[in-house]
């Protein structure tokens, strides 16, 4: 059974950048659509971003589009999430998730009952 777990998290100036990473282990991993998610306090958790088995297809919440960029290398079992110009509003927890179905993306990419498999989360905090 996969697992995952995220890193890089921390804390950053408004208009700043990180970048976290999502490892897997103990799973299948090539053949599925990653996902980020994040979760604020007292808000729900909500989609970030996707991208497809291949690397060849992403996807994006409008709320970081063209700030936020995903990506994957299957050779170390990771995905990444590079974050630029950040906002204070992109404070919270985030997670990495891998679909429950294979080479599938559909329309539920956005929805967290599609995905299966859930890291612990890393803190991303950003000060004005």
């Not at 990444?80 to 404070?91: A, F, I, V």
């Amino acid at each position: 059974q996969v697992q995952l777990v995220e890193s890089g998290g921390g804390s950053v100036q408004a208009g700043g950048s990180l970048r976290l990473s999502c490892t897997a282990s103990g799973g299948s991993f090539d053949n599925y659509l990653m996902g980020w998610f994040r979760q604020a306090p007292g808000k729900e958790r909500e989609f970030v971003a996707a991208i497809n088995w291949r690397g060849t297809n992403t996807y994006y919440a409008d709320s970081v589009k063209g700030r936020f960029a995903i990506s994957r290398d299957d050779a170390k079992n990771t995905v990444y999430l590079q974050m630029n110009s950040m906002k204070p509003e992109d404070t919270a927890d985030y997670y990495c998730a891998r679909k429950r179905v294979a080479f599938n993306i559909g329309s539920d990419y956005p929805k967290t009952a599609s995905y299966g498999y859930w890291g612990q989360g890393t803190q991303v905090t950003v000060s004005s």
